[in-house]
């Protein structure tokens, strides 16, 4: 990689909530900006496949600034998988969503996972996302591997209940430091 960093990142892609695209660009334009980067072919077919898989035919020309939480996490997705990449990194990728929605999204996550063979690494709290999306979990406190495992593997060592008060406490921790 440190040779060819770049066809490295032609690779992969990531989304994040934390992360805002351009404001001032409507959903179309920051699609397109990204598709450009990665040199998307038929950018316009893929725009709108994207669109339709996110529902966002009806945001395509609204500016980015003037989306809803909900509707920039899903932009935001779409934005990561413009280029089809081997590898996504997603942070917290069903933030802001509705239950519906984010159930929604990890269907499409999965399928896009077992389409493409991707490899997925996330980051997130939400156990129910862990368990759906990941099959090894790191568990992470002020920067340092406190635990790590398969989902059920970690369920059964904390229990269901007992394990998220552990991310939870974990999150307050990291939110402190």
Known sequence: MARDRFAALA???YSSPYVALPMRLTVAENLAVYGHLYNVPKLRHRIAELAHEFDLETLL???AGALSAG?????????????????????????????DTADYVRGRLEAYRAESGAAI????HNMAEVERLCSDVLMMKQGKIVDRGAPDALIARYGRDDLEQVFLAIARAGKAA
């Open 11 to 13: 690779r992969m892609n």
């Open 61 to 63: 020309k609204r500016r």
């Open 71 to 99: 509707q920039k996490t899903r932009v935001a997705l779409a934005k990561a998988l413009i280029n089809r990449p081997e590898l996504l990194l997603l942070d917290e990728p069903t933030a802001s969503l509705d239950p």
């Open 121 to 124: 690494l996330l980051a997130s």
